[in-house]
């Protein structure tokens, strides 16, 4: 959604100029003289600027202005003139209420820092400045140029340099500019993500990425920010998405309340397996009693913890009813479905050619996007992007709460599953843990891998590292307090002696 410029001059060249200057960030029209101008204003608004030239043949600038603020009176006026002096400046600003005066000929960045100033105070009236700070017009020029590619449908581009933007406002501690252009950048992916029908985990990972970072600035500020209706119909479409995703919710719906709507409700259905088992639908919580039997809602973990394929139903069938005869069986089967179907609706379970699965479109599971985080933390780790990469480990770490579906470590069917996330889960930690320790962050590093659980350090891997890392800060005590510690648990409960290299790094210690 590039904002509308209106440049006003009787000279076609100078016209022409604006236009390939400016045309880059913003939708430029022009008028060759005032006149037209005018028609414009009433015809082809609202412009969020208009640029005018002071000396015209039909009506100077001034009076341009001053008839412009009649029919336009939220468009802010900067005026250029090479004519200069105290004398028309003050007359500019008096009259015309010109927001921006400047000599002619000007160079681009000045117009261009003139303009984005001016669209600033045009989104957000009530800004009592007008001036726009180095730091942030650096960034404002990459931001407006995406916004401007966005319209243009070249969205990849876009995305770049949204990218640009919200990296030059985290590097100045410009936090509202940051969470505001991480808003645009998460629209952006989402609808590119949509235009190319591929690259799913990689787009879901990093929409997830920004969406948490702006939210979580969001979610502190009272009142709610104010977004212009021409930005929401892009920054809409990623708060809901994050409503649905259960990304910061709370300020998500607050900032859609805020542009307007109705207070959402999440959409899909809400599953968190990793610890206790949750579900929701609408932001209601199932009761366990909604279930009307055990045996059906095992048939939905089951179909839940198989979810990245089709089962075939045979395979259901001598899971749930192995003693029963095939018909008996089958009906049961169908028995399950269709009450899981009135419950959950029917597009969530489908059951085609002796084959049944869950959509994957139709619910949200925390497994999946913890699993999406770290897939894409370890490809950034392996590229070197250790900053990056360390969102994507945060974000996955917040959502193992522990194990998979940690209530029903006696269905053989779950055990696979647990197992396979939790080696992702440690080898995350120890990733996570490497990072900072590359940062010299030593005894961060060491509390990160203190979340690792007893059963991860039977081949000492980890309390290797964890021991090591407690060195480096300069805890000596702390680490021998650990090598003991973890030490007479695994002798008890594993009846295993610690590793040699261990044992080495604990020498180390007591040599000093």
Request: glycine share 6%.
């Amino acid at each position: 959604m590039g904002y509308k410029v209106l440049m006003v001059d009787d000279e076609p060249l100078v016209l022409a100029g604006y236009k390939r200057i400016l045309g880059r960030y913003f939708d430029i029209q022009t008028a060759a003289g005032a006149k037209e101008g005018l028609q414009l204003l009433r015809k082809a608004g609202p412009f969020a600027v208009v640029v005018v030239d002071y000396m015209m043949p039909e009506m100077d600038g001034i009076e341009f202005s001053i008839e412009a603020r009649q029919l336009a009176p939220q468009t802010l006026r900067i005026m250029l003139t090479g004519k200069g002096g105290l004398e028309v400046a003050a007359e500019a600003l008096n009259k015309g209420n010109i927001f921006y005066y400047l000599d002619k000929p000007c160079s681009k960045e000045s117009l261009l820092g003139a303009l984005i100033a001016a669209i600033e105070k045009y989104r957000v009236p009530d800004t009592v400045s007008s001036v726009v700070s180095p730091e942030r017009l650096a960034g404002l020029i990459y931001f407006y140029r995406a916004l401007f590619l966005w319209e243009s449908n070249k969205l990849k581009l876009a995305v770049s340099q949204f990218n640009k933007a919200a990296a030059i406002f985290e590097e100045n501690d410009l936090s509202a500019d940051a969470a505001r252009v991480q808003l645009f950048l998460a629209g952006a992916l989402l609808q590119d993500r949509q235009s190319i029908d591929a690259g799913h985990d990689l787009y879901n990972t990093e929409t997830v990425d920004v969406l948490s970072k702006a939210l979580s600035y969001y979610n502190s500020k009272e009142p709610a920010p104010t977004f212009p209706a021409e930005e929401q119909k892009l920054i809409k479409p990623a708060l809901k998405w994050a409503l649905d995703n259960n990304i910061t919710p709370d300020a998500a719906k607050k900032l859609i309340i805020s542009m307007g709507d109705p207070e959402p409700a999440g959409s899909r259905l809400q599953l968190r397996v990793m610890g206790p088992f949750h579900i929701s639908l609408k932001d209601r919580e199932l009761e366990e009693k909604q279930w009307r039997n055990p045996k059906i809602k095992m048939l939905f973990l089951y179909l839940l913890t198989h979810r990245n394929i089709k089962i075939d139903r045979h395979m259901i069938l001598e899971e749930f009813w192995p003693e029963m005869d095939p018909r008996s069986a089958g009906n049961n089967l169908s028995s399950c479905l269709y009450f899981l179907r009135q419950l959950f609706g029917s597009s969530l379970l489908a059951y085609k050619k002796g084959l049944c699965w869950l959509e994957p479109e139709e619910y949200w599971c925390d497994a999946d996007t913890f699993e999406e985080a770290v897939k894409k933390g370890k490809s950034l780790y392996h590229e070197g992007e250790d900053r990056a990469a360390a969102r994507c480990f945060e974000t996955a770490l917040s959502l193992y709460r522990g194990d998979y579906l940690e209530e029903y470590l006696y269905e053989d069917w779950a055990a696979e599953e647990r197992s396979r996330l939790r080696s992702l889960y440690l080898e995350t930690l120890a990733l996570y843990g490497a990072i900072l320790a590359g940062q010299k962050k030593f005894s961060e590093a060491a509390e990160v891998l203190e979340r690792a659980q007893l059963a991860a350090l039977h081949d000492y891997d980890l309390l290797y590292d964890l021991i090591n890392y407690y060195m480096l800060a300069g805890k000596e005590g702390r680490a021998l307090e650990r090598f003991k510690y973890y030490s007479a648990l695994m002798r008890d409960e594993l009846g295993l002696e610690p590793a040699p290299k261990v044992v080495s790094l604990i020498e180390q210690i007591r040599g000093r």
